[in-house]
């Protein structure tokens, strides 16, 4: 069954801070991985997307990791601001209008 | 111009009435989806549309009826809900021809009913 699992669930983080979100998919066959932000009540925004080649990609204090070879994908948020509060989606592609969304993770950034 | 617009933003409407929600893009992007989201949850696809047809249905129910009269435009026409039917519902839309494009979401209608 395709899956893509995410975690922590939930992370409260002071602000200036580092944090790392994982996702874990079983999803075949793999065609990208995408990391949207969705604020509450939004519409999710993409911050990066990822095909089977490509290790590492970045969008500015965010960077995102695919290792194809584990399944895994990690998002980076460096120096977090409190508008980085939000929920942060793993969503894989696996081929044409099939994508497969995590649970989210729910970042909060206190001051 | 990477935007999908969707109107209205918030909507209350009782089980009986009828209502149009209604998604707008125009980056040229030939397939158009429907999701909804439930708090805390992700988003569940509904409907997809490509080149304005209907390619993938997920088993929803009647009283949720899509439209695309053309390719910038979606509709999703709603009838009888469900107060289980009060929901955020999202369009999005990306391109056909490549499947590593991504996908532009809209902000989404606030749909309540009562």
């Known amino acids: 069954k395709n899956q893509v699992e995410q975690s922590p669930q939930s992370l409260i983080i002071l602000e200036g801070k580092n944090c790392t979100l994982q996702?874990?998919?079983?999803?075949?066959?793999?065609?990208?991985l995408r990391w949207y932000k969705q604020d509450t009540g939004r519409g999710p925004v993409s911050l990066t997307i990822?095909?089977?080649?490509?290790n590492t990609k970045s969008n500015g204090r965010y960077t995102a990791t695919l290792d194809a070879d584990t399944k895994q994908s990690s998002l980076h948020i460096t120096a977090s601001q409190l508008s980085d509060s939000a929920s942060y989606i793993c969503?894989?592609?696996?081929?044409?209008?099939?994508?497969?969304f995590g649970t989210g993770t729910r970042l909060k950034v206190l001051a | 111009d990477t935007e999908v617009t969707q109107t209205p933003k918030h909507l209350v409407m009782g089980m009986t009435n009828k209502k149009s929600l209604k998604c707008e893009q125009h980056?040229?992007?030939?397939?158009m989806y429907w999701y909804k989201q439930k708090a805390k949850k992700p988003p569940e696809l509904m409907f997809v549309?490509?080149?304005?047809?209907?390619?993938i249905n997920e088993s929803v129910p009647s009283r949720f009826s899509p439209e695309c009269p053309n390719s910038s435009l979606l509709n999703l026409h709603l009838h009888a809900l469900q107060p289980e039917d009060s929901a955020l519902y999202l369009c999005?839309?990306?391109?056909?021809?490549?499947?590593?494009?991504?996908?532009?979401f809209g902000p989404g209608t606030r749909l309540t009913v009562t």
């Open positions: 999005a839309s990306s391109s056909r021809d490549r499947d590593s494009y991504e996908q532009y």
């Open positions: 996702c874990n998919y079983t999803v075949s066959p793999f065609s990208n």
């Open positions: 990822m095909t089977f080649s490509e």
């Open positions: 969503v894989v592609s696996s081929g044409t209008y099939k994508y497969i």
């Open positions: 980056m040229g992007h030939r397939a």
């Open positions: 549309y490509s080149y304005e047809k209907l390619s």
